[in-house]
């Protein structure tokens, strides 16, 4: 059969290629799976904000904010994605692990997530009033701390911004009467 069209494969695939169309899906598949636990808070009445940790390729921990329902103030998505990763690796590290969530990571999230020596963290939405990763600090870049965490933000930021906006909306509205 005589091809018709032309297709350039473009240059060959190497070490130093850019990230693969492949992991890009997964990425937003990732992020797609935090948002869903994002939408499982404001099903609870929480402000809608999900996380999951992946490690070789897997979601071994995943979680909302649940602060009001448990009545925890340390209840964040990541918190609670961080413990449940934990408790199903067996260990208190989850080396090599990326953490996806809906929002830029709390001094306190940080924390954790440093303690916990992530490799990676994807957030969709800086969030300017808490954000200890780029807006009110860069934490996890902190090169005085034994350890440092890559970022990366903007995945799925729409979707993200949308809900929150959505939830505050609502909650305005409700107050409003
Ligand atoms: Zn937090």
Not at 164 to 174: D, G, I, M, S, V
């Amino acid at each position: 059969m005589k091809a018709v069209v032309s297709i350039d494969p473009g240059p060959p695939s190497d070490a130093t290629a850019p990230l693969e169309p492949r992991s890009v899906n997964s990425a937003r598949a990732f992020m797609g799976c935090a948002l869903d636990e994002a939408r499982a808070a404001e099903r609870e009445d929480e402000v809608p904000v999900g996380a999951v940790v992946v490690l070789d390729g897997r979601i071994v921990g995943r979680g909302h904010n649940r602060t009001r329902g448990a009545c925890d103030p340390t209840a964040h998505a990541e918190i609670v994605a961080l413990r449940q990763a934990a408790l199903e690796v067996g260990a208190q590290r989850l080396v090599g692990a990326t953490v996806y969530t809906t929002v830029e990571p709390c001094f306190m999230c940080a924390g954790a997530l440093l303690h916990a020596r992530v490799e990676r963290v994807v957030w969709a939405v800086r969030d300017p009033k808490f954000g200890a990763c780029a807006s009110l600090g860069q934490v996890l870049g902190d090169e005085r701390l034994n350890h440092q965490v890559e970022i990366e933000e903007g995945l799925c930021a729409d979707e993200a911004r949308e809900l929150l906006q959505q939830f505050f909306e609502r909650k305005r509205a409700a107050a409003r009467g």
